[in-house]
């Protein structure tokens, strides 16, 4: 999709959304799911419209006073998420960078450890808030079970370079794997397994020295050759490879024909890792927020003695091995992972407590967010995320039996997904400006979001670096100013009609949403086919520009610095349809777009980064590549024996951040049971 807009067009709208993915992993895309969690790590979703709610100004806020893709149309997410083949797994899945994986505030540090690298401030200057309990906070009891569920499977389980993951996905492996990184509740980087994380001034080199004294739980060490081992083979996979462009890249001393990242170690405890615009050594690149890549898939750590047994036996890697607060005791796919204790984890609270608290966490697989409803009410299940409107707006109602936790920034957009390599109408920026315009988004939310949501201008939601109140587009329907856009379209080229195809997976709400869709244009004058999309094909079809994809409901795009959606939407990640997989679902090419990404990675200056994603946010308004239509809404409603959400610390003594990049996510090390 090109950014040549025709002559006497005065656009204003189109912003960019990112669709729901459920479980697909292109690249952290999962079949129904695009994750790829901000700085790699994002989700998408086949959409059914999922309007998100905007009334409170926190981060993450509770309702109580407790301790503690479907296709885009409808606005909440289907009640079933199918799960879907699992595609590759080059997008998304880079949960890198929470913040981008997603999400308060405590600056300090202790002896040993170094405070965050400079990259890490909050996107424009902001700190997200959570709702202070006014109850006294009770001390942890360790002990007992807890019995989680999540709405999708993990593909190909689970090395860090071959999973397919979501949400859920992700969760899970941080209850077994420590990353090099995390995001604090400032949203900056923090050393993890990392002692400290050091950039040099150009923000070209960053050296990381590792903690010293943690073992994986078989008794491996975590040194430097095992980080650089995991950061090599996961960094260089199908995977998550894409979202590293920017790595510099050197021959493989084992095998000079294979191209490595290039990591040079200095001693057993220190490396330095190196960048290069495309890959190019030769060219460093400055790259300030490198680090937040390491708080994600990238910066997952597995035991290279497993890594080994898994290239010799597969069967191996569904029992993996890594150094966190649990430790894997069986799994069973589309069922159970059961985790236990890791009696040796070397994290502690501030209080000097060793973690985890739980003996043990059962992670069910409930695709269906109204079922799993019924089993926490029944005591089935203890905990779990949804973005369901209609069953957060049910557990509203019953706050005091089941408190709930909500996040609503940082959060996915529900868009339109135009693909823009397709001949046609979509390719008149007047054509996909009128569409947008045509669209009655509260009245989307109302029908199809039980009226829980908030419309869209964009596909970045609050609190996102990037983020505009008013970015040139006006989200209420404008019906005759569509019209008008339309005539122009139909003036300027001879056009006698004008037809879009929209396609959505087979569900109530996608069907709903595509009606709904097909009135509003069909009031301008656009003619509609609509069509119903295989769950295991619809985002395989976007990755590839399949013939028949035009229009998809969309979600994805959650996290906190618009770097994690470079590849998103860089030109360089979009190839044509049928030649290739194109991360750039949307095939924009665009120089401002482009040139707006480059200086949000590589600018030194934190305001202009954020000045700089505020112009690709105006930019993809302007041109209409997408259509955004609400934000995503996220709940963690729970037992009200589950105590210690959002608690969980991090070695330099400030707390981690739940939920961004890839919402719906919490810490479960500080997780306990109330008696």
Same mark, same amino acid.
């Given at each position: 999709?090109?950014?040549?807009?025709?002559?006497?067009?005065?656009?204003?709208?189109?912003?960019?959304?990112?669709?729901?993915?459920?479980?697909?992993?292109?690249?952290?895309?999962?079949?129904?799911?695009?994750?790829? +969690?901000?700085?790699?790590?994002?989700?998408?979703?086949?959409?059914?419209?999922?309007?998100?709610?905007?009334?409170?100004?926190?981060?993450?806020?509770?309702?109580?006073?407790?301790?503690?893709?479907?296709?885009?149309?409808?606005?909440?997410?289907?009640?079933?998420?199918?799960?879907?083949?699992?595609?590759?797994?080059?997008?998304?899945?880079?949960?890198?960078?929470?913040?981008?994986?997603?999400?308060?505030?405590?600056?300090?540090?202790?002896?040993?450890?170094?405070?965050?690298?400079?990259?890490?401030?909050?996107?424009?200057?902001?700190?997200?808030?959570?709702?202070?309990?006014?109850?006294?906070?009770?001390?942890?009891?360790?002990?007992?079970?807890?019995? @989680?569920?999540?709405?999708?499977?993990?593909?190909?389980? /689970?090395?860090?370079?071959?999973?397919?993951?979501?949400?859920?996905?992700?969760?899970?492996?941080?209850?077994?794997?420590?990353?090099?990184?995390?995001?604090?509740?400032?949203?900056?980087?923090? *050393?993890?397994? #990392?002692?400290?994380?050091?950039?040099?001034?150009?923000?070209?080199?960053?050296?990381?020295?590792?903690?010293?004294?943690?073992?994986?739980?078989?008794?491996?060490?975590?040194?430097?050759?095992?980080?650089?081992?995991?950061?090599?083979?996961?960094?260089?996979?199908?995977?998550?490879?894409?979202?590293?462009?920017?790595?510099?890249?050197?021959?493989?001393?084992?095998?000079?024909?294979?191209?490595?990242?290039?990591?040079?170690?200095?001693?057993?405890? &220190?490396?330095?890792?190196?960048?290069?615009?495309?890959?190019?050594?030769?060219?460093?690149?400055?790259?300030?927020?490198?680090?937040?890549?390491?708080?994600?898939?990238?910066?997952?750590?597995?035991?290279?003695?497993?890594?080994?047994?898994?290239?010799?036996?597969?069967?191996?890697?569904?029992?993996?091995?890594?150094?966190?607060?649990?430790?894997?005791?069986?799994?069973?796919?589309?069922?159970?992972?059961?985790?236990?204790?890791?009696?040796?984890?070397?994290?502690?609270?501030?209080?000097? @407590?060793?973690?985890?608290?739980?003996?043990?966490?059962?992670?069910?697989?409930?695709?269906?967010?109204?079922?799993?409803?019924?089993?926490?009410?029944?005591?089935?299940?203890?905990?779990?995320?949804?973005?369901?409107?209609?069953?957060?707006?049910?557990?509203?109602?019953?706050?005091?039996?089941?408190?709930?936790?909500?996040?609503?920034?940082?959060?996915?957009?529900?868009?339109?997904?135009?693909?823009?390599?397709?001949?046609?109408?979509? +390719?008149?920026?007047?054509?996909?400006?009128?569409?947008?315009?045509?669209?009655?988004?509260?009245?989307?939310?109302?029908?199809?979001?039980?009226?829980?949501?908030?419309?869209?201008?964009?596909?970045?939601?609050?609190?996102?670096?990037?983020?505009?109140?008013?970015?040139?587009?006006?989200?209420?329907?404008?019906?005759?100013?569509?019209?008008?856009?339309?005539?122009?379209?139909?003036?300027? &080229?001879?056009?006698?009609?004008?037809?879009?195809?929209?396609?959505?997976?087979?569900?109530?709400?996608?069907?709903?949403?595509?009606?709904?869709?097909?009135?509003? /244009?069909?009031?301008?004058?656009?003619?509609?086919?609509?069509?119903?999309?295989?769950?295991?094909?619809?985002?395989?079809?976007?990755?590839?520009?399949?013939?028949?994809?035009?229009?998809?409901?969309?979600?994805?795009?959650?996290?906190?610095?618009?770097?994690?959606?470079?590849?998103?939407?860089?030109?360089?990640?979009?190839?044509?349809?049928?030649?290739?997989?194109?991360?750039?679902?949307?095939?924009?090419?665009?120089?401002?777009?482009?040139?707006?990404?480059?200086?949000?990675?590589?600018?030194?200056?934190?305001?202009?980064?954020?000045? #700089?994603?505020?112009?690709?946010?105006?930019?993809?308004?302007?041109?209409?590549?997408?259509?955004?239509?609400?934000?995503?809404?996220?709940?963690?409603?729970?037992?009200?024996?589950? +105590?210690?959400?959002?608690?969980? *610390?991090?070695?330099?003594?400030?707390?981690?951040?739940?939920?961004?990049?890839?919402?719906?996510?919490?810490?479960?090390?500080?997780?306990?049971?109330?008696?």
């Amino acid at each position: 999709m090109n950014a040549k807009a025709p002559n006497r067009v005065r656009v204003v709208h189109a912003i960019f959304v990112v669709t729901k993915v459920q479980t697909f992993a292109v690249a952290g895309v999962t079949t129904n799911e695009l994750c790829i +969690q901000n700085p790699l790590s994002a989700s998408v979703h086949d959409q059914h419209m999922q309007p998100t709610s905007n009334t409170s100004n926190t981060s993450y806020t509770s309702n109580t006073n407790d301790n503690e893709g479907e296709p885009m149309g409808t606005t909440e997410r289907s009640a079933r998420r199918r799960p879907g083949v699992m595609l590759g797994a080059v997008v998304v899945s880079l949960a890198l960078v929470a913040g981008a994986c997603s999400k308060k505030d405590n600056n300090g540090s202790s002896a040993g450890t170094t405070k965050p690298t400079t990259a890490g401030t909050a996107a424009g200057g902001t700190t997200p808030g959570t709702t202070p309990s006014t109850e006294p906070a009770a001390k942890p009891v360790a002990g007992g079970k807890l019995v @989680v569920s999540g709405e999708a499977e993990v593909g190909s389980p /689970w090395t860090p370079a071959a999973m397919q993951c979501d949400s859920y996905c992700y969760q899970r492996a941080k209850s077994f794997f420590d990353s090099v990184a995390a995001v604090g509740t400032d949203l900056k980087v923090h *050393p993890y397994l #990392a002692e400290s994380i050091t950039p040099n001034a150009a923000f070209t080199e960053w050296t990381i020295k590792v903690r010293s004294g943690i073992s994986f739980t078989d008794g491996t060490p975590v040194n430097a050759d095992a980080v650089i081992r995991n950061l090599q083979e996961t960094g260089t996979s199908l995977l998550i490879s894409k979202a590293l462009v920017d790595i510099a890249k050197v021959p493989s001393a084992a095998d000079p024909t294979k191209m490595e990242l290039k990591i040079v170690k200095t001693d057993d405890s &220190t490396f330095t890792i190196y960048t290069g615009k495309g890959g190019d050594a030769a060219q460093p690149l400055a790259w300030p927020g490198m680090d937040q890549y390491l708080t994600g898939q990238w910066g997952l750590v597995a035991s290279p003695k497993w890594l080994d047994e898994v290239k010799a036996d597969p069967t191996k890697a569904t029992m993996p091995v890594g150094s966190g607060p649990f430790i894997v005791a069986s799994y069973t796919p589309r069922d159970t992972l059961v985790v236990k204790r890791n009696p040796n984890y070397w994290q502690k609270d501030a209080a000097g @407590v060793q973690l985890p608290y739980l003996d043990e966490i059962d992670f069910k697989v409930i695709e269906d967010s109204q079922v799993a409803s019924e089993a926490l009410k029944k005591g089935e299940i203890d905990i779990f995320s949804t973005s369901s409107d209609a069953v957060i707006k049910d557990f509203r109602s019953v706050a005091k039996d089941f408190p709930m936790k909500e996040q609503d920034k940082y959060v996915e957009t529900n868009y339109l997904l135009i693909d823009g390599d397709k001949t046609g109408p979509t +390719q008149d920026p007047r054509v996909r400006c009128a569409l947008s315009k045509a669209i009655n988004r509260q009245e989307l939310i109302d029908l199809v979001g039980s009226g829980l949501g908030t419309p869209a201008n964009g596909v970045f939601s609050p609190g996102q670096e990037g983020y505009l109140a008013d970015n040139g587009f006006d989200p209420k329907q404008d019906v005759a100013g569509a019209q008008k856009l339309i005539d122009e379209y139909k003036a300027a &080229t001879g056009a006698t009609s004008v037809d879009v195809k929209y396609g959505h997976t087979a569900t109530a709400l996608g069907d709903q949403t595509a009606e709904l869709l097909k009135g509003y /244009w069909a009031k301008i004058g656009v003619t509609t086919t609509v069509e119903v999309v295989p769950q295991d094909k619809f985002i395989t079809n976007a990755l590839l520009g399949d013939k028949n994809f035009y229009i998809y409901g969309w979600r994805q795009h959650a996290g906190i610095y618009i770097d994690s959606q470079n590849f998103w939407w860089n030109s360089s990640g979009a190839a044509k349809d049928g030649q290739g997989i194109s991360l750039n679902f949307a095939r924009i090419n665009d120089p401002i777009v482009d040139s707006n990404l480059a200086d949000a990675r590589s600018n030194p200056d934190a305001a202009a980064r954020k000045t #700089a994603a505020e112009n690709v946010n105006k930019q993809m308004a302007k041109m209409c590549y997408q259509i955004p239509t609400s934000w995503t809404l996220w709940g963690t409603p729970h037992n009200p024996k589950v +105590q210690g959400l959002g608690t969980a *610390p991090l070695p330099d003594g400030s707390t981690a951040n739940d939920g961004a990049g890839f919402s719906g996510q919490f810490w479960v090390s500080t997780l306990w049971i109330k008696s």
